[in-house]
């Protein structure tokens, strides 16, 4: 029998605890007072043709947990080293939810229910009053983070060995258009002609 102040257990049981106790990410807390599983199905309120595949108009939200929490300062941990970062064991559980919270990676939450992978603390409340003096009463909201795998397809780049052909359009014959040769001296005759024409005409009132 374990003497007081000393885990029952060592760093070799954690493998055994992990699958039969309630913890996050391997730490061992109290007590879990409580713990609500949230699965929830979201579905179209459009109208669904018949004979359509219904799964593609459902899907699923992330799975949410809300675990609470108990802690104890007179309570001994599970595990040897964990909560005592501070100066007692409630003050330093609840630091702890805080550093997984603020570290933003995916956690393992192992509940009697099920084993929840990718993870994140969404939300910590804590009330503190007289009745928690000498312990912690903690809530923990935990959200599932839903991850995709994508894949990278590479096209080959098939060039034409010949090149592009233009299409070529048959022209007809084009006759040259023969210049009119007029010497000065006819031209300027003829530019005169048209003065006193138009002179007679202003005169004449037409």
Not at 129 to 151: K, S
Request: hydrophobic fraction near 35%.
């Amino acid at each position: 029998m374990a003497s007081y102040g000393m885990s029952p257990f060592t760093e070799e049981n954690i493998p055994q605890l992990v699958g039969i106790k309630t913890n996050i990410e391997r730490y061992f807390f109290d007590a879990f007072l409580k713990v609500d599983h949230t699965s929830k199905l979201t579905i179209t309120s459009h109208p669904v043709e018949e004979g359509a595949n219904i799964a593609d108009h459902a899907y699923l939200e992330p799975q949410t947990i809300t675990m609470e929490i108990g802690m104890s300062d007179t309570c001994v941990s599970y595990i040897d080293g964990q909560f005592q970062q501070k100066y007692t064991r409630s003050v330093s559980a609840y630091d702890t939810l805080l550093k997984l919270q603020a570290e933003r990676k995916p956690l393992t939450v192992h509940t009697r229910l099920k084993t929840y992978q990718n993870m994140l603390i969404e939300n910590i409340t804590a009330p503190d009053d007289y009745t928690t003096l000498f312990g912690l009463r903690v809530t923990v909201t935990l959200t599932e983070i839903i991850t995709a795998r994508t894949q990278t397809v590479v096209i080959e780049n098939k060039t034409s060995a010949e090149p592009q052909k233009t299409g070529t359009t048959k022209k007809g014959t084009v006759q040259p258009v023969a210049k009119q040769n007029i010497s000065k001296p006819v031209q300027k005759k003829v530019e005169e002609k048209v003065v006193n024409k138009s002179t007679l005409r202003v005169l004449a009132g037409k």
